[in-house]
């Protein structure tokens, strides 16, 4: 009896078969499993995180380094956009090298790799028709904010002199996270295994980062890493939402499924995080569990993970002493307040549509609206609003209308918990700049994507 369409191997069937089947692409798990690729597949894989890691740091090696990445992007999109979700948890993750140029040291490893991915996902558009999904309660203020911010960026275009491509960078970050993100990640025809993996690759970056904060931690306060030091805010973010995703991946007592092995991680995790002193990052992280414990009815679990990360806050503060002068203290807090009165004086003068990305490039204040009432005026934080409700609004409908799907199911409990945990920690911090940024975003993407694989009825 001959094999139907589904059993057969992806590659052997024509166009109009792949269409009606809905894989539009060849997985990686699968190209992978022929053994004359998997040489092929694992060398690219490993020389392009290697050479993209060398090359924020060594100008010379981008000679070798962008032909790898556009080479392994044009043949494995899915697997390039798996690993730049991978690579967030990086030394200076988004933000890119402290010795770079000011105009580039807005990009890291996670934008190449995304960049790479671009001309394998318009291959795979021209040549399978792997088209994006477009869900217009979520693509319309997606596509209004960034309207808004192309507005705001030109209509200050003469304030800007000489400086119009260094403020460039906070408009084309902007794009790139609420637009460009959730459209190319729902190209792909993801398959439960491969978001599993990058869920993997993500934590599995955030668990060597927990090793090498733990293993650097001085009582005096002196770390030996400057992750764990001058980043201490971004790295306890990575952890937060590390810690986040263990306790999501934590089965239920009703679900059959280890519950030890991510909750020992979760703990694991928060060890770490307590040792930062990253106050906002352990904020962050209560907001998550505080969510998680909601949708799964896990209160124990998550306050263990919460309570243990507080408790070594607490003790890491009583333990540390650092040797600052009297005229020296609260130095941040000093810091903020001058920010804030600059973003105030500017949203002053540029109330309606912002000062065209000036602000986060400036004086950078700790406070997503404040900057995005700086950035994009009334007009735009009204927008922005709209867009953060129809993203929330997206994930709960996924979340209720796959209950009993376990792996969405916890997809959508994972984003909903970093989405909450970013929002909160983005009231103390910075919000652009930050890698983890581009879980929910990224993760808006593969969840439309497999939600109208399974249901390809819209949602309500």
């Not at 090696?61 to 044009?74: E, N």
């Not at 040549?127 to 997606?142: D, V």
Request: net charge positive; hydrophobic share 50%; aromatic share 8%.
């Amino acid at each position: 009896m001959e094999p139907s369409p589904q059993d057969r191997p992806v590659t052997a069937l024509p166009a109009s078969e792949l269409s009606a089947t809905g894989r539009d692409t060849v997985p990686v798990t699968e190209v992978a499993s022929r053994p004359s690729h998997r040489i092929v597949l694992t060398g690219l894989t490993v020389s392009s995180m290697v050479v993209a890691g060398f090359t924020l740091w060594n100008y010379p090696l981008t000679v070798i380094g962008v032909p790898a990445l556009l080479a392994l992007g044009y043949r494995y999109p899915e697997l390039t956009l798996m690993l730049a979700i991978g690579w967030l948890v990086s030394t200076n993750s988004l933000s890119g090298g402290d010795h770079w140029t000011r105009h580039l040291a807005a990009f890291g490893a996670s934008d190449l790799l995304f960049a790479a991915a671009l001309p394998g996902l318009w291959r795979q558009y021209r040549r399978h028709n792997a088209r994006p999904i477009f869900f217009p309660p979520f693509a319309l203020p997606a596509l209004l904010f960034t309207a808004c911010g192309v507005l705001s960026y030109l209509m200050n275009l003469h304030a800007m002199r000489g400086d119009a491509g260094y403020y460039l960078i906070g408009l084309l970050r902007t794009v790139q996270i609420v637009a460009l993100l959730p459209l190319c990640y729902s190209m792909p025809a993801w398959s439960r295994g491969q978001v599993r993996l990058t869920g993997g690759l993500y934590l599995l970056g955030t668990l060597m980062l927990a090793l090498i904060v733990l293993g650097t931690f001085r009582p005096d306060g002196v770390y030996r890493n400057e992750v764990a030091g001058n980043h201490k805010n971004m790295a306890g973010l990575i952890l937060s939402c590390g810690a986040l995703i263990c306790l999501s991946l934590s089965a239920p007592r009703e679900r059959p499924g280890n519950r030890h092995i991510p909750l020992a991680g979760a703990l694991l995790i928060a060890l770490a995080l307590g040792t930062l002193l990253a106050r906002s990052s352990v904020l962050s992280l209560a907001a998550g569990a505080t969510c998680i414990a909601t949708m799964r009815r896990r209160a124990g679990a998550c306050a263990s993970v919460v309570g243990l990360a507080l408790a070594t806050t607490l003790l890491c503060q009583h333990l540390v002493r650092f040797p600052v002068p009297d005229s020296q203290r609260n130095p941040s807090l000093r810091g903020r307040v001058q920010q804030w009165e600059s973003s105030v004086a500017s949203i002053r003068q540029h109330w309606l549509f912002g000062d065209g990305f000036r602000a986060r490039r400036d004086y950078n204040p700790h406070n997503l609206f404040l900057v995005v009432l700086t950035e994009n005026g009334v007009v735009g934080m009204a927008v922005f609003l709209w867009l953060m409700g129809a993203q929330i609004r997206l994930f709960l409908q996924v979340w209720r209308a796959h209950q009993s799907d376990a792996d969405l199911e916890t997809l959508c409990v994972a984003l909903i918990a970093c989405w909450v945990a970013l929002l909160v920690h983005a009231q103390f911090d910075p919000f652009w700049r930050r890698g983890p940024l581009w879980i929910p975003w990224a993760g808006t993407g593969m969840l439309l994507r497999l939600h109208f694989q399974k249901s390809p009825q819209n949602l309500s």
